[in-house]
């Protein structure tokens, strides 16, 4: 019973705020200068070799609620050599930061995936690095649609 | 169960007739027993009041589906003296504000408005209407009210309708006749006749998936929780897969209430006769339990009546209401939802789906608003949306639809809850 | 009080076997950043943190922002040489910490 009680109140919050969604945050969106500090956080400032990396995102979402992004990094996953972290980050959100994954030799495949929230049509880059510092990077458009009739 | 009853009603009496003769028989099981209801009051919330969050906007001046109040269409085109010299920059922002309505760009290409930015295609593609050698009063009155050229138009009448004033409509006018080359697309997917119609292909079963899965473990839960009267469901119907059959056969018309019942409304109003729970339709309890039934029933080919005297004249009711005109933006459920019309066709970036699938998966889980919802809360949701008054969930009218659309998806195989953007 | 978590871990795998792990935690994700209906702003609430073990040693773990979707879901895998439990923790920005054992047989 303590677990329907505690649905309700998540079904009340959601009916709540129903025509707030991600389009109705407050404030600006992310500059590309925020974007790429976050991203040089993560590279101390080396710059990323083009490829690699396969992002599995869908060229059109219906809305930005729910994306689902799956990315595989094209590494072996040895004890010598291997992925230990995928940075993903979005040029159109609020803030840019969307995760960072830390992988490790049992994770077997450099691969991770997730379900991400999209205020507006914009770039996911994601940014590998491997245990010896080596980075790779590829990023995707995602267009997110308009609804008809305006609300 | 329902659905055999439906098929065999014909044959029943004689069925009946000839197990009276066996003695070895219970006449019980004979005829099937009607389930109790509780027959006063309301299903739903009463009086009915709009869903916190929803627009809030009263209007009540239009056509709701049960209540004639819009104005009529004009007899005669409003004559224009002059040319028309309204500030074509103002009517590039106009038609692509999406706060009126969706606007122009809803339904057509318009050139270089709104950067076109996944334009729709209802309408025709309008980047050369300049040159058409269109008259400015045409193409005034074509915005004002479209009605007084082509009566079967699904064009809202912008102007008698109040969605834009006379400069306003000056405005779009003096764009209009700026338009005199194709539209450049940013991106293929900007193009509404490249844009590919979306595919759902999650698995909408998966309860790692759609959230809306997790309301089959909390009605499992209800299920077994006694009621004020201290019995449970579980107490007549210990074992839910007896209702295998039974949502597929739903809604159905119910002549003790002189309406049809939905799966919602018959939850509330059997639940209300037996356990005693109060469980109003649009509750967390009554939906959990309607995506329950109807889970148990998936894979179930819909098969509702629409035979039998009183449910024969409520998919009668149900089919006129689908061409009834709505609200502010003037649109019957077959403007959007028809392919002859609007239906198979781009509002926006928003694809327009047909009547057929549109019932097989509700309740359906909705990923843009995180909630699930069953087909009355759609209604509600598209009359509010066209502007128009929505009704409460329990309207005779809504089950008039719902037995029309059923029975227009009929065949489609249940598959509940859905998952939809 | 805390809604379980989802799992979708295989129970068996073979020795060296490469396997694949979903994980889902009801949680909305408030993102900090939404108004209510009176203009108010709700204060953000997410899963910040999570991490997966495997016999005490760490396998995969996520930093995670606003932008990732209420009901976070993670998806990875994890390469199995040995039976052992893996260790699934989700933190809140409140601090609570939800955690679930997985066994898994290895032949």
Not at chain 1, 63 to 91: F, K
Not at chain 2, 87 to 96: F, I, M, Q, R, T
Not at chain 2, 178 to 197: E, G, I, N, S
Not at chain 3, 64 to 88: D, L, R
Request: charged share 25%; aromatic share 6%; hydrophobic share 40%.
């Amino acid at each position: 019973m303590q677990t329907i009680t505690r649905r309700r109140a998540l079904g009340l919050g959601a009916s709540a705020v129903l025509v707030l969604t991600v389009a109705d945050v407050t404030g600006a969106l992310a500059t590309p200068a925020e974007t790429d500090a976050e991203i040089a956080k993560f590279t101390g400032g080396k710059t990323p070799v083009q490829g690699k990396i396969a992002i599995d995102l869908p060229e059109i979402a219906e809305n930005g609620n729910t994306v689902p992004l799956s990315i595989v990094v094209d590494h072996p996953m040895t004890e010598q050599s291997y992925i230990s972290d995928i940075l993903v980050v979005a040029d159109g959100n609020p803030r840019p930061g969307v995760a960072a994954f830390h992988l490790t030799p049992a994770s077997g495949k450099a691969t991770a995936a997730t379900r991400i929230r999209l205020q507006t049509t914009q770039n996911i880059i994601v940014v590998a690095k491997t245990n010896s510092g080596q980075l790779f990077t590829d990023r995707k458009q995602v267009k997110v649609t308009i609804g008809g009739c305006g609300g | 169960m329902k659905r055999l009853v439906t098929v065999a009603s014909l044959g029943a009496a004689l069925a009946v007739a000839a197990i009276a003769l066996q003695p070895a028989r219970a006449p019980a099981q004979a005829k099937k027993k009607e389930a109790p209801l509780a027959l006063e009051g309301p299903a739903a919330q009463s009086p009915w009041t709009r869903y916190s969050g929803w627009p809030k906007r009263d209007m009540s001046k239009f056509n709701t589906l049960a209540n004639l109040a819009s104005p009529p269409a004009p007899k005669e085109p409003r004559k224009i003296a002059g040319p028309i010299t309204g500030d074509a920059a103002a009517g590039e922002k106009l038609v692509a504000d999406r706060s009126r309505g969706g606007s122009c760009l809803a339904c057509h290409v318009m050139g270089p408005a709104g950067k076109a930015d996944l334009p729709g295609n209802v309408g025709p593609d309008l980047s050369e209407i300049g040159n058409a050698g269109r008259e400015d009063e045409w193409l005034f009155n074509y915005v004002y009210d479209a009605r007084v050229y082509n009566p079967e138009t699904v064009m809202p009448p912008w102007g008698s309708h109040g969605l834009f004033n006379d400069a306003e409509i000056n405005d779009i006018v003096a764009f209009l006749k700026t338009l005199k080359t194709p539209a450049k697309f940013r991106a293929v997917v900007d193009d509404p006749a490249k844009r590919p119609p979306p595919v759902e292909d999650r698995d909408n079963l998966d309860d790692l998936v759609n959230p809306g899965m997790w309301s089959t473990e909390r009605a499992q839960v209800l299920w077994k929780t006694s009621g004020p009267n201290g019995a449970s469901c579980a107490s007549c119907h210990a074992d839910a897969q007896a209702f295998k059959t039974w949502a597929a056969g739903m809604p159905k018309w119910e002549p003790r209430l002189d309406k049809v019942l939905g799966v919602e409304e018959f939850v509330f109003r059997h639940a209300k006769a037996t356990t005693g729970a109060s469980w109003l339709m649009q509750s967390e309890e009554n939906t959990a339990l309607s995506v329950y039934l109807r889970f148990i029933a998936n894979g179930q080919p819909i098969k509702v009546d629409v035979t039998s005297p009183g449910a024969k004249e409520a998919f009668a009711r149900g089919k006129a209401l689908t061409m009834r005109k709505l609200g502010q933006l003037n649109f019957s459920c077959l403007d959007c939802h028809d392919a002859s019309r609007g239906g198979q066709k781009w509002i926006r970036g928003q694809w327009l789906g047909e009547q057929r699938g549109q019932y097989d998966h509700f309740p359906t889980w909705r990923t843009s608003l995180q909630a699930i919802w069953d087909i009355r809360k759609r209604f509600q949701w598209c009359q509010v949306n066209i502007r128009a008054n929505e009704l409460p969930p329990d309207a005779k009218e809504y089950g008039d639809l719902e037995l029309y659309l059923a029975s227009v998806n009929e065949g489609l195989k249940l598959s509940v809850p859905g998952i939809r953007h | 009080m805390a809604e379980k978590p989802r799992l979708k871990v295989p129970k068996e795998a073979k020795k060296g076997e490469i396997i694949e792990i979903k994980t889902l935690l009801a949680h909305p994700m408030e993102t900090g950043l939404r108004k209510d209906a009176s203009g108010k702003l709700i204060p953000r609430k997410i899963i910040n943190k999570f991490t997966c073990e495997f016999n005490g040693k760490p396998v995969f773990s996520a930093d995670i922002e606003p932008a990732v979707a209420a009901n976070p879901y993670i998806q990875f895998t994890a390469k199995v040489e040995e039976s052992g439990t893996f260790k699934f923790t989700w933190t809140d920005d409140d601090g609570t910490v939800t955690s679930v054992d997985q066994q898994i047989k290895v032949a």
